[in-house]
């Protein structure tokens, strides 16, 4: 080419980048990627943990608040952790519909200060019913930021980072699993009073108010975010969008704002807000029920769809039955009574330690006619959070880790394929391991092989669903984890008040048909040629 040709060009490049309008993932492209994207993650961080805390924290106290709460029967306990879950599936369909016509940073701003105010409240409940309607409100609150926190971060993000990021951001956010077992550990097995307004505030009262410290601090980091150049172009504040993208580019580049080399953002004639937001939410709804019936009724969609649909329903309740009832269980392993164990011959099962006729605390109510009815005074030993802490340690980075080998279909398969055989041999197992040790290595086996399995699962969806499908895909796939979640804790206690074996054989029958579905992977779906749901979201 022509020297003269050469210039030519280069000084129509130039002036295209200066002078000609830019679309938004060409200039989110050229902010790069630096110290505005890693404060970004940790304002955020307090916000992604607090749903984590609200459904984890419930799990470390089902032994302190037997007696505050009136806890006597496991199928009262199953309903203490579930509540939240219920909570977040009960309203998740309206934060999908109001999140992109609302703006984030205000809904995050409402959602936590709802949440820290609830959870302060509950920790001084004395009442069943009000905790458990305190706690409902609460999941319906921070159902909200979790849903949208993902989204929120990956809108700052091009897609040559985006990947990447959303991988350790995932990874930062299960941390979350980690830490309320750490504080079980410092707080719980202390016999603190402390009086707040005229009240006595145990140690499980503190540990509660503790707990409630990620909103508090998401709700300070929340009123300090930026709202995304996206939603700031979907309302017609290109001005705004642009001023964001050039401080973008200053902080991760260290250049000067001017530098930037975008002068103007293309906008569209027609933005996603031009609608009134009702009617833009029902067309949104529309799209998504087309979508859902094309995954439900497709030939070519269904069985994929189903495929990563079940072994996801399996290994979320397998991951948050085992996580929440594995501090509590063992517990109650620690007060059993092994001096009043008169079969000597043999060493007891795991249910027969579980029996509250055969603990310590429970034998000077033995004569009571109501005994079932009669809370009983654990003995809580910081090694029970310990090994708690351990295992969720586990579990998180085990789960990570494994993200960087299941890169192709077969390791895929293979890797899911072993974890759901360790999570029925576990299960089945830990009847007759007669050893508390053991009981405790194969449920800690459970736990971590199931959150691995999960996130194969996410990662299979990506996969086998077509593009136009996978966002709605992925939204009925979580809403599916928690209704595990709620289902395997309710049927779990109630198991375990009515036939123990039952619970722990029950979870290894069913991680057995989650292993023979694993064997028929799908293969991914193409796309159909024909996507109305499509057209007519980018007409709006």
């Given at each position: 080419?022509p020297?003269s040709?050469?210039?030519?060009?280069?000084t129509?490049?130039t002036?295209?980048n200066v002078n000609e309008?830019?679309?938004?993932?060409?200039?989110?492209?050229?902010?790069g990627?630096?110290?505005?994207?890693?404060?970004?993650?940790?304002?955020?961080?307090?916000i992604?943990w607090t749903?984590?805390?609200?459904?984890?924290?419930g799990?470390?106290?089902?032994?302190?608040?037997e007696c505050?709460l009136?806890l006597?029967?496991?199928?009262r306990?199953?309903?203490?952790?579930a509540?939240?879950y219920?909570g977040?599936?009960t309203?998740?369909?309206?934060?999908?519909y109001?999140?992109?016509?609302?703006s984030?940073k205000?809904?995050f701003?409402?959602a936590?200060l709802?949440?820290?105010?609830?959870?302060?409240?509950?920790?001084?409940?004395r009442?069943y019913?009000?905790f458990?309607?305190?706690?409902?409100i609460?999941?319906?609150f921070v159902?909200g930021p979790?849903a949208m926190v993902?989204?929120?971060?990956?809108?700052?993000?091009?897609?040559?980072?985006?990947?990447r990021f959303t991988?350790?951001a995932?990874?930062?956010?299960?941390?979350a699993?980690?830490?309320p077992?750490?504080?079980?550990?410092?707080?719980?097995?202390?016999?603190w009073?402390?009086?707040i307004?005229?009240q006595?505030y145990?140690?499980?009262r503190?540990?509660l108010?503790?707990?409630?410290i990620?909103?508090?601090?998401?709700?300070?980091t929340?009123?300090?975010?930026?709202?995304?150049?996206?939603?700031?172009?979907a309302?017609?504040?290109?001005?705004?969008?642009?001023?964001?993208?050039?401080r973008?580019?200053?902080m991760?580049?260290r250049?000067p704002a001017d530098?930037?080399p975008?002068?103007a953002?293309f906008?569209?004639?027609?933005?996603?807000?031009?609608?009134?937001?009702?009617?833009?939410?029902?067309?949104?709804?529309?799209?998504?029920?087309y979508?859902?019936?094309?995954?439900?009724?497709?030939?070519a969609?269904l069985?994929?769809?189903?495929?990563?649909s079940?072994l996801q329903?399996?290994?979320?309740?397998?991951?948050?039955?085992?996580?929440?009832?594995?501090p509590?269980l063992f517990i109650?392993l620690n007060?059993?009574d092994w001096?009043?164990w008169?079969r000597k011959?043999?060493?007891?099962t795991?249910c027969e330690?579980?029996?509250?006729?055969?603990s310590?605390?429970?034998?000077?109510?033995?004569?009571?006619?109501?005994f079932?009815?009669?809370?009983?005074?654990?003995?809580?030993?910081p090694?029970?959070?310990?090994?708690s802490t351990?295992i969720a340690?586990?579990?998180?980075?085990f789960s990570?880790?494994?993200g960087?080998?299941?890169t192709?279909k077969?390791r895929?398969?293979?890797?899911?394929f072993?974890?759901?055989?360790?999570?029925v041999a576990?299960?089945?197992?830990?009847n007759w391991a007669?050893?508390p040790p053991y009981?405790?290595?194969l449920?800690?086996a459970?736990?971590?092989?199931?959150?691995i399995?999960?996130n194969?699962?996410?990662a299979?969806n990506?996969?086998?669903?077509?593009?136009?499908?996978r966002a709605?895909?992925?939204?009925?796939?979580?809403?599916?984890?928690?209704?595990?979640?709620?289902?395997?804790?309710l049927?779990f206690?109630?198991l375990?008040?009515?036939?123990c074996?039952?619970?722990?054989?029950?979870?290894?029958?069913?991680?057995s048909?989650c292993?023979c579905?694993?064997?028929?992977?799908p293969p991914p779906?193409?796309e159909s040629p024909?996507?109305?749901?499509?057209v007519?979201t980018?007409?709006?």
């Amino acid at each position: 080419m022509p020297t003269s040709d050469r210039d030519h060009d280069k000084t129509a490049t130039t002036t295209d980048n200066v002078n000609e309008p830019a679309d938004l993932d060409r200039a989110i492209s050229t902010t790069g990627y630096g110290l505005f994207n890693v404060l970004l993650l940790l304002a955020v961080l307090p916000i992604a943990w607090t749903a984590t805390f609200d459904t984890t924290s419930g799990a470390f106290l089902l032994a302190s608040v037997e007696c505050d709460l009136e806890l006597t029967s496991y199928l009262r306990k199953g309903t203490f952790v579930a509540i939240p879950y219920i909570g977040m599936i009960t309203t998740a369909f309206i934060w999908d519909y109001i999140t992109p016509y609302t703006s984030t940073k205000t809904l995050f701003i409402l959602a936590l200060l709802g949440d820290t105010i609830l959870n302060v409240v509950s920790s001084g409940l004395r009442s069943y019913y009000l905790f458990l309607l305190v706690k409902f409100i609460s999941g319906i609150f921070v159902g909200g930021p979790f849903a949208m926190v993902m989204t929120y971060l990956t809108e700052f993000h091009s897609a040559k980072y985006k990947l990447r990021f959303t991988t350790w951001a995932g990874f930062l956010f299960a941390v979350a699993n980690i830490v309320p077992a750490a504080l079980g550990i410092i707080i719980l097995p202390l016999d603190w009073h402390i009086d707040i307004l005229g009240q006595d505030y145990d140690s499980w009262r503190i540990y509660l108010l503790i707990c409630s410290i990620p909103p508090v601090v998401g709700l300070i980091t929340a009123t300090m975010l930026p709202e995304s150049p996206k939603y700031l172009m979907a309302i017609g504040r290109s001005d705004a969008a642009l001023k964001l993208l050039r401080r973008m580019y200053c902080m991760n580049t260290r250049q000067p704002a001017d530098t930037f080399p975008i002068k103007a953002l293309f906008v569209r004639q027609k933005t996603q807000l031009a609608r009134p937001v009702l009617q833009a939410s029902l067309e949104r709804m529309r799209v998504s029920l087309y979508n859902t019936k094309q995954l439900l009724t497709t030939a070519a969609h269904l069985p994929a769809f189903c495929f990563v649909s079940f072994l996801q329903f399996g290994s979320m309740l397998g991951f948050n039955t085992m996580r929440l009832w594995v501090p509590h269980l063992f517990i109650i392993l620690n007060n059993f009574d092994w001096e009043s164990w008169t079969r000597k011959g043999r060493q007891p099962t795991i249910c027969e330690m579980l029996d509250r006729h055969e603990s310590l605390p429970g034998k000077q109510y033995l004569n009571c006619s109501n005994f079932d009815n009669t809370c009983l005074r654990w003995i809580i030993r910081p090694v029970i959070y310990q090994n708690s802490t351990v295992i969720a340690s586990s579990a998180v980075i085990f789960s990570f880790l494994v993200g960087f080998i299941t890169t192709t279909k077969l390791r895929k398969q293979i890797v899911m394929f072993t974890a759901f055989l360790i999570s029925v041999a576990s299960s089945f197992g830990i009847n007759w391991a007669q050893s508390p040790p053991y009981m405790l290595t194969l449920a800690a086996a459970v736990i971590v092989t199931t959150r691995i399995a999960g996130n194969i699962v996410t990662a299979v969806n990506v996969d086998v669903i077509p593009v136009p499908l996978r966002a709605t895909s992925a939204s009925i796939l979580t809403t599916v984890g928690n209704i595990a979640a709620i289902a395997g804790n309710l049927i779990f206690s109630a198991l375990l008040d009515a036939e123990c074996v039952a619970a722990f054989m029950g979870l290894g029958c069913f991680f057995s048909a989650c292993i023979c579905v694993s064997l028929f992977f799908p293969p991914p779906v193409r796309e159909s040629p024909a996507k109305p749901a499509e057209v007519n979201t980018s007409k709006s």
